[in-house]
Nanobody, 122 residues
Framework: QVQLVESGGGLVQAGGSLRISCAAS????????IGWFRQAPEKEREFVAM????????DYQYSVKGRFTISRDNAKNTVYLQMNTLKPEDTAVYSC???????????????WGQGTQVTVSS
């Protein structure tokens, strides 16, 4: 079982940047697809981005394409989400999760972290 811990969230002004991290424990981390999801107040959790085990394939929600970049360092058991040109509508709790199949559907993901809050002020 992989344990995930997110960090790096905070308050940033619109147009600013933030990088959040997802650190994992467990030797099998490098075998998993990792996804980032977010949940804004009173909204459903939604897919943001995902990355293949080797980091060579990525996918993004249309609203973050060109602004967010997902990457991973398997030697450090960590996945990153670089967020640029942030907008107030990006405000949410961001969580990472593991999956064994290439699907942006939430149900495809197993282990989840506790989340990190990202707040973008206008």
């Amino acid at each position: 079982q992989v344990q995930l811990v997110e960090s790096g969230g905070g308050l940033v002004q619109a147009g600013g940047s933030l990088r959040i991290s997802c650190a994992a424990s467990g030797r099998t981390f490098a075998t998993y697809i990792i996804g980032w999801f977010r949940q804004a107040p009173e909204k459903e959790r939604e897919f943001v981005a995902m990355i293949s085990p080797r980091g060579d394939i990525t996918d993004y929600q249309y609203s973050v394409k060109g602004r967010f970049t997902i990457s991973r360092d398997n030697a450090k058991n960590t996945v990153y989400l670089q967020m640029n040109t942030l907008k107030p509508e990006d405000t949410a709790v961001y969580s990472c999760a593991t999956s064994e199949r290439w699907s942006a559907v939430e149900a495809a993901f197993g282990s989840w972290g506790q989340g990190t809050q990202v707040t973008v002020s206008s």
